[in-house]
């Protein structure tokens, strides 16, 4: 299973971050705002008997995290520097470090990829196109729980699958499953 650590964007921030996407020329691919998220930890492929542990430790890292209010400020590209290939907006919250250096810790086998940066990707290069025109944010959200995820890689775009969602320290939120299944793009500078 191709998995990974994440929070999801409320749908009407989503919507918001969408809006910048019409500007975009070129062969960008936009991500439908169901499937914005900010990645925690990316896990890659995971033998399905490590279900249990991987639900624990998500479990165990968001209660010792407490609920925090997060802010979407402007868009970047990775990498900074030449050709673009994701286009992301930047994303600050007291928490999200937290939350992603306790998953590296207790995970360590799967801290490979780069310093954790705070982002939601809005697009991916999929050709020839110009940079993304720089938009500036200032939207808010609250941040109260997070979210383990399957990922299936499907011609369209991959399908996620919410196997658990953890709530934050201080959430009323309560663990279970959902599903999100929009088109999207494959793998970006720290997983989807």
Known sequence: MRLFYAVFLPRPVAERLAEAQ??????????????????????????QDRLGELKGVGRDVAGGVPAFEARVRGTGHFPAAGSPRVWYARV?????EALAQRLRELLPEFDAGPPFTPHVTLARKKGPAP??????????????????????LTPRGPVYRVLETFPLKGSVKTGGTQRRKDQGAGKHAQGD
């Open 92 to 96: 600050e919250g007291e928490g999200f």
């Open 22 to 47: 019409t500007g975009l020329k070129g062969k960008w691919k936009p991500v439908p705002p169901g499937q914005m998220h900010l990645t925690l930890l990316f896990l890659g492929e995971v033998p």
């Open 131 to 152: 940079r993304a025109a720089p938009v500036v944010f200032d939207l808010t959200f609250p941040v109260d729980a997070m979210a383990l995820v399957r990922s299936q």
